[in-house]
């Protein structure tokens, strides 16, 4: 089974805002026990300054400024860990969770460092091998703190594996579950997901063997969808909820990167930078399943996938057009 599932509940500490609280599903009410969640639309997720905050504060006189403020430096996003520093990790994962905290609120971190990242594609990098990889995931964790947090860990290090052999695969998956149980050890409020791909990617039953095999049902909290993609939030619901369904645990639930998915996937399912795109619902645990904990912002919008500049770069052209300008 899953890790038991937490739930969101009311902190009247906290003024209104609301928390991840360790309360068992069996705890929830009736609400729960007929398979809906009757969640706060107020829920605060970390907003931690990236760099469209730093774009716009360079930039107060640019005409594009105020729109980019308004629809995409003003909304929570995820933060990454993506570059290999293990003498910096923790701190700069601290930075993050201490600052959370003291607002009262939910980081979202994103865990990036699994070796042979996208396959060696726009995003390649990460640590030198699994040993290292491991080693960088305990100063990761050392970082969480004790309060709650959303981990993604490892985007497409599951749906994108094919460029590994069996025995490759199946170190890398061995090392996820490891990576998730090293998580929950060092903050067992830290709610970690498992890569799904997305809905236009492998079919439900197929993307669940895989997730079997990295250990979702025995380290995992669930899984996401949609990272760094642009599919609608209709079809990313119904393929979440079928690759649950697969899975067979209750515990387990989903949340989904809305960041550009406003006007859908692009003609021909281009992920790279493809034009004409919007930013997509603001994050929120009110959903339209009762498997999906929250819509995220989990990729960054106006940071680049790796064809119109270097993947992770910043384009105010990017974020203007995102942000409907």
Not at 31 to 54: C, K, M, Q, W
Request: charged share 20%; hydrophobic share 40%.
């Amino acid at each position: 089974m899953a890790r038991t599932r937490l739930l969101l509940a009311t902190s009247a500490a906290l003024g209104g805002l609301f928390v991840w609280s360790a309360v068992a599903a069996a705890q929830a009410g009736p609400a729960d026990e007929a398979g809906t969640r009757e969640l706060p639309d107020d829920t605060v997720f970390y907003n931690h300054p990236g760099s469209v905050h730093d774009w716009v504060a360079a930039n107060p006189s640019d005409p594009r400024t105020s729109l980019i403020e308004d629809r995409i430096a003003n909304t929570p996003t995820a933060t990454w860990l993506s570059s290999y520093d293990p003498a910096t990790v923790t701190a700069d994962v601290s930075a993050v969770t201490s600052a959370a905290e003291a607002a009262g609120q939910v980081p979202v971190l994103v865990s990036y460092q699994i070796p042979d990242r996208d396959c060696g594609g726009a995003s390649a990098g990460g640590a030198p091998d699994l040993p290292s990889y491991l080693s960088w995931t305990e100063g990761f964790a050392a970082g969480l703190g004790s309060s709650p947090v959303v981990v993604i860990l490892e985007p497409d290090a599951i749906a994108l594996s094919e460029c590994l052999d069996d025995a490759g695969r199946a170190e890398r998956f061995g090392a996820l579950a490891e990576a998730a149980d090293i998580i929950h050890a060092a903050n067992p409020e830290a709610r970690v997901y498992f890569d799904a791909g997305h809905s236009g990617w492998h079919a439900p039953g197929a993307i669940a063997g895989l997730l079997r095999e990295a250990g979702v049902l025995e380290s995992g909290d669930g899984i996401y969808s949609n990272v760094s993609n642009y599919n609608t939030t209709q079809n990313e619901v119904a393929f979440v909820d079928a690759v649950l369904a697969e899975l067979g645990d209750p515990e387990l639930r989903g949340v989904i990167d809305t960041s550009r998915n406003g006007n859908g996937p692009a003609p021909g399912g281009e992920w790279c930078d493809p034009p004409d795109r919007l930013v997509g619902e603001s994050p929120s645990v009110n959903t339209a399943s009762a498997s999906v904990d929250a819509y995220l912002w989990i990729k960054r919008p106006g940071e680049l996938d790796g064809c119109d500049g270097p993947a992770g770069s910043f384009s105010p052209d990017k974020a203007y057009e995102l942000a409907g300008g």
